[in-house]
């Protein structure tokens, strides 16, 4: 069974910095791109980062370039985002999601870890 | 970057209704479009890929169509698990982009 399983959420003051991680199980995780979806509270979905399988290209959304790092440790099958310098428009529920092998867009999600940036 | 635009944002029917949900892409993505469903606390769950694929498991009243920059997802007959918000998000190139979201509520 394929699992996802986020932690690393919490408080942070603005400027500060948070690392979230990924555990996955069930499947290859070598063979998948992952990615982080963000949900600020009642809004949309919002796309932040991905990696491809191997960790050798990583891509990011305009609003946290520069600010976050995606990386992967295949050995460990865990995929990382290293948040720093972070603001109020930051809070949000942060995903880890699998790209599908087949094209087929992000096909397992995990639960969701909640990060909340305030003084 | 490119931008996805869903109509409308907010869509009231009734159990027994077809409802067609819009996503309109702000240039061509092929068909690499995908849509989800969201539930109230609860991770989006993939429904249609490469526009109109059927992901396993997902019922078939569901339904994508389109190419380029104008897609549809319909559900032929609503039944009340479906009360909820979709989205469509293109991979066509990055950085991935959502729609807005669709709220799709019981008249």
């Known amino acids: 069974e394929v699992q996802l399983l986020e932690s690393g959420g919490g408080l942070a003051q603005p400027g500060g910095s948070l690392r979230l991680s990924c555990a996955a199980s069930g499947f290859t995780f070598n063979s998948y791109v992952m990615n982080w979806v963000r949900q600020a509270p009642g809004k949309g979905l919002e796309w932040v980062s991905g990696v491809s399988a191997s960790g050798g290209t990583s891509y990011y959304a305009d609003s946290v370039k520069g600010r976050f790092t995606i990386s992967r440790h295949n050995s460990q099958n865990t995929v990382y985002l290293q948040m720093n310098s972070l603001r109020d428009d930051d809070t949000a529920v942060y995903f880890c999601a699998r790209d599908g092998l087949a094209a087929s867009g992000s096909d397992y999600w995990g639960q969701g870890t909640l990060v909340t940036v305030s003084s | ?107």
């Not at chain 2, 606390?41 to 396993?56: F, H, Q, T």
């Not at chain 2, 009243?61 to 897609?71: K, Q």
């Not at chain 2, 039944?79 to 998000?89: G, L």
């Not at chain 2, 066509?92 to 807005?100: T, V």
């Open chain 2, 1 to 107: 970057d490119i931008q996805m635009t869903q109509s409308p944002s907010t869509l009231s029917a009734s159990v027994g209704d077809r409802v067609t949900i819009t996503c309109r892409a702000s240039q061509s993505i092929s068909d690499w479009l995908a849509w989800y469903q969201q539930k109230p606390g609860k991770a989006p769950k993939l429904l249609i890929y490469k526009a109109s694929r059927l992901e396993r498991g997902v019922p078939s009243r569901f339904s994508g169509s389109g190419a380029g920059i104008e897609f549809t997802l319909t559900i032929s007959s609503l039944q009340p698990d479906d009360f909820a918000t979709y989205y469509c998000q293109q991979y066509s190139s990055y950085p991935y982009g959502f729609g807005q979201g669709t709220e799709l509520e019981i008249k």
